[in-house]
C-alpha cells in the first residue's frame, strides 16, 4: 500500500521484490542521491537470492529463525494478496542453495525452530519433494538439529509421499488456510482446494504425520448465512485445533475481491487493515452487527482457558510424535524462565490448574517426544486469553459507534444504498 506512506514524505520508496529494487537503492544511496522511487513489476528468479546475513541477528533474541524456499502460489482464492505480489507461478530456490542457508543457520549454533516463510510451501510439489530428499540426509548427519514448520495448502493431505517427507525431515508444524468450513463460502472465494475432501478428515490426516495444525478462518463471505461464527467453533473443536487464527474478512488493495468490491461500490476504505481487531472495510452481504456479534462471540468461547487447554491436549493426543530425538540445545535460562511462568499462572494460579497437571503429566506419559511442544502451545493461550480481551473491547466500540451514527439517520430501509456507505465510511473513519 505505498500511496498511504507516500502522503508522508518519505525519501526513498523501495518496491517490488528485494533481489531487483535493493541494489538499485543501495547505488542511489552509494551516489549519494537523498530521494529515490525504485519499482519493479518483474518476478525475480530467486535462484539469485543470496544467503541472508544471520550472523548479523543477535539470535537469541528470536524464538524462531526465517528461511524461504519459494514464492507464489498456483491457487486463485478471491481474498489473497499473495498471488498478487508474487503471482501464481512458483518460483523455487535450488536444494543446494537453500541448504546452504540451513548450514549457515548451524554453523551459528542455532539448534531451535526453523519457520519455512513460505505462503504455500507446497506450491511446486516436484521441487518441494526434491528439496526434502535432500534435506533429509541433511538433517540425518547432522543428529536432526532443528524443528521446522510452514505454510500449505490443505491439498497436502492428498499426498501421503509428501507429508511422510515433511515428518522425516522434523517438520512439526504446518499452517493451513481453512477460512470456512461452509463449503458455499469456499466457493464463493475461489477456494475450491479446500472442497474437494472432506476437511476434518484432511486435517487429522495431516497431523497425525506429527504436523500440528495451526489454521486460519474468516467470517463474512458474501452469501454466509447466519450462525457461521459457531460453525467455525464447532469444527475448530471436532477437529480439533489449538490454534484458530480468526478473523473478519478484509479485502486487501489490488486482490480479486477488492477489484469486484469496487466495481460494485461496496468498499468503504481503499485500504485495509488485517489486524484482529478491526471492522471490514466494505459492505458485507448480511448485517454487520450480526457478523461482528458472531466474531466477538466466537473468539470469546475458542479462547476460554478450559476449552483452549482441552482443545490443545486433544490434538496433542492425536497427533503423531516426530519420528527422532533432536540434538536441540539444553534449554537456556530464557526458556526455563519461561516455563516457571507457565507453571505459576496455568499450573498454580488459574481455576484449569487441575486439568493443567492432569493433562501435563498424562502427555509426558502418552506422548514422552512431545510433552514441550505442547507445554509451549498451552503458553501461548496466555496470549489469547488477553487477546480475546482487546478483540471483543475494540470491536464493540467500533460498532458502538456505527450503530450510533446509523441511529442518528433515517430508518436503514428508508436509506439510499449510497447513505448507508456514506454512514459506513464516517464510522470507519471515527
Ligand atoms: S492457497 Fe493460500 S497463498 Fe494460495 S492463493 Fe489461496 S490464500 Fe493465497
Not at 547505488?27 to 518483474?42: M, N, V
Not at 475450491?192 to 497425525?208: A, C, G, W
Amino acid at each position: 500500500m505505498p500511496q498511504e506512506v507516500q502522503g508522508f514524505g518519505v525519501d526513498y520508496m523501495i518496491l517490488g521484490e528485494g533481489e531487483i529494487t535493493l541494489p538499485m537503492f543501495v547505488e542511489a544511496l552509494e551516489r549519494g542521491e537523498p530521494q529515490g522511487h525504485f519499482t519493479t513489476t518483474e518476478k525475480p528468479d530467486v535462484t539469485i537470492t543470496p544467503i541472508p546475513r544471520y550472523e548479523l541477528l543477535e539470535m537469541d533474541a528470536y524464538d524462531n529463525m526465517s528461511v524461504q524456499f519459494s514464492r507464489g502460489c498456483p491457487f486463485q482464492c478471491e481474498f489473497c494478496d499473495i498471488i498478487v505480489l508474487y503471482g501464481r507461478k512458483p518460483r523455487t530456490k535450488s536444494p543446494e542453495q537453500f541448504l546452504a542457508e540451513l548450514q549457515r543457520l548451524y554453523d551459528l549454533g542455532w539448534r531451535r525452530s526453523v519457520f519455512l516463510v513460505d505462503d504455500n510451501f507446497i506450491g511446486n510439489k516436484r521441487n518441494v519433494k526434491l528439496l526434502l530428499k535432500e534435506l533429509k540426509t541433511w538433517m540425518i548427519d547432522r543428529s536432526y538439529p532443528f524443528f521446522l514448520n510452514t505454510e500449505a495448502s490443505v491439498d497436502l493431505a492428498q499426498d501421503e509421499e509428501l507429508m511422510e517427507l515433511m515428518s522425516e525431515c522434523n517438520f512439526n508444524a504446518v499452517f493451513l488456510g481453512i477460512e470456512t468450513p461452509d463449503t458455499d463460502s469456499l466457493a464463493v472465494t475461489k477456494k475450491f482446494q479446500n472442497t474437494r475432501d472432506p476437511l476434518i478428515e484432511s486435517v487429522q490426516k495431516i497431523m497425525r504425520y506429527g504436523l500440528r495444525v495451526t489454521a486460519g478462518f474468516i467470517i463474512g463471505f458474501d452469501g454466509e448465512k447466519a450462525g457461521a461464527g459457531e460453525r467455525v467453533i464447532k469444527f475448530v473443536e471436532e477437529t480439533p485445533i489449538a490454534l484458530a487464527m480468526f478473523s473478519m474478512l478484509q479485502a486487501l488493495p489490488d486482490t480479486a475481491l477488492w477489484h469486484r468490491l469496487k466495481k460494485e461500490g461496496r468498499l468503504l476504505d481503499e485500504g485495509a487493515n488485517i489486524n484482529q481487531t478491526t471492522l471490514m472495510n466494505f459492505v458485507p452481504s448480511r448485517p454487520i452487527e450480526a457478523i461482528a456479534q458472531e466474531y466477538i462471540q466466537a473468539f470469546w468461547e475458542l479462547y476460554d482457558p478450559q476449552r483452549y487447554l482441552d482443545r490443545t491436549y486433544r490434538q496433542f493426543l492425536l497427533m503423531g510424535e516426530p519420528q527422532h530425538k533432536t540434538s536441540l540445545r539444553r534449554p537456556s535460562w530464557v526458556v526455563i524462565r519461561a516455563m516457571l511462568t507457565i507453571f505459576w499462572r496455568q499450573g498454580i494460579m488459574r481455576k484449569t490448574r487441575w486439568s493443567f497437571w492432569v493433562y501435563l503429566v498424562h502427555m509426558m506419559i502418552a506422548k514422552p517426544r512431545n510433552w514441550q511442544h505442547y507445554l509451549s502451545i498451552c503458553a501461548l493461550g496466555e496470549h489469547f486469553l488477553e487477546y480475546r480481551q482487546l478483540v471483543r473491547s475494540q470491536i464493540e466500540a467500533q460498532l458502538a459507534a456505527y450503530l450510533e451514527l446509523k441511529a442518528s439517520q433515517p430508518e436503514p430501509d428508508a436509506l439510499e444504498s449510497d447513505q448507508v456507505k456514506a454512514i459506513d465510511q464516517k464510522t470507519v473513519a471515527a
